[in-house]
């Protein structure tokens, strides 16, 4: 059981290009989010999913364009990379357990330079 | 989503008991709190999540008094190794969008 998995683990990218983030889990977690983290901050929710096919924004979506078109996968799309986006991206999938909440897992992140 | 408040950093030596507490003044009947470790370049990890009173689990316990507007997260006899940045965050029963804030900087020492 890998849990949830992100590549690449470290990325550089000049202004203006575009790239997908891989995310994927194993544990047939219904929910997937997004969320990056600047430094010294918490995380921020960047698009989360509650099911394949089926996406929303969080506190920080412009820029990044998602989909899910399997359980498994989520993955994340810069569009057109900015210096403002530079971070590190956390992957995560979550369960709903028998009194309602959620416990997340976190992949091991991607960390993002945009020169 | 309900703010929560909690200490910027902490410092403690090996063997002693820590208790990080936060305060959600805000929180609504049906949120849940949790908290989570992190360690420098790794994701979050799920420490204990609790509604009322008391929870414990084999790493730490969470005390949430009855008005639920504050919890502390308490861990035992902490080594060096529990070095690393505890977040509080109110989780609202159902949902599954979390809201970290900074995060307490627990720092063990010998």
């Known amino acids: 059981n890998a849990g949830v998995t992100q590549t690449p683990k470290f990325q550089v990218l000049k202004t203006g290009q575009s790239m997908t983030l891989q995310c994927a889990q194993d544990?047939?977690?219904?929910?997937m989010s997004w969320y990056r983290q600047d430094p010294g901050m918490g995380l921020r929710l960047i698009h989360y999913?509650?099911?394949?096919?089926?996406?929303d924004q969080g506190e920080v979506p412009n820029g990044y364009n998602v989909s899910r078109s399997t359980t498994e996968d989520f993955p994340l799309r810069l569009l057109s990379a900015a210096p403002s986006q530079t971070s590190v991206y956390f992957c995560?999938?979550?369960?709903?357990?028998?009194?309602?909440?959620?416990?997340?897992?976190f992949g091991p992140g991607t960390r993002l330079t945009v020169t | 989503l309900a703010k929560t408040t909690q200490p910027i950093s902490m410092d403690s030596y090996e063997g002693q008991e820590v208790n990080i507490t936060c305060s959600h003044n805000?929180?609504?009947?049906?949120?849940?709190i949790t908290w989570y470790q992190q360690f420098p370049s790794q994701g979050p990890r799920f420490i204990i999540q609790?509604?009322?009173t008391k929870v414990t689990n084999e790493v730490a316990s969470l005390f949430i008094p009855a008005d639920r507007k504050s919890s502390t997260l308490s861990l035992p006899r902490v080594s060096l190794s529990d070095t690393a940045v505890y977040y509080c965050?109110?989780?609202?029963?159902?949902?599954?969008?979390?809201?970290f804030g900074t995060g307490t900087q627990l720092k063990v020492e010998l």
């Open positions: 999913s509650v099911g394949a096919g089926i996406t």
């Open positions: 995560a999938s979550s369960y709903s357990t028998a009194s309602g909440t959620y416990e997340q897992y």
């Open positions: 965050l109110v989780e609202k029963g159902g949902g599954n969008k979390l809201t």
């Open positions: 805000n929180i609504a009947t049906n949120d849940y």
């Open positions: 609790g509604y009322k």
């Open positions: 544990m047939n977690h219904e929910y």
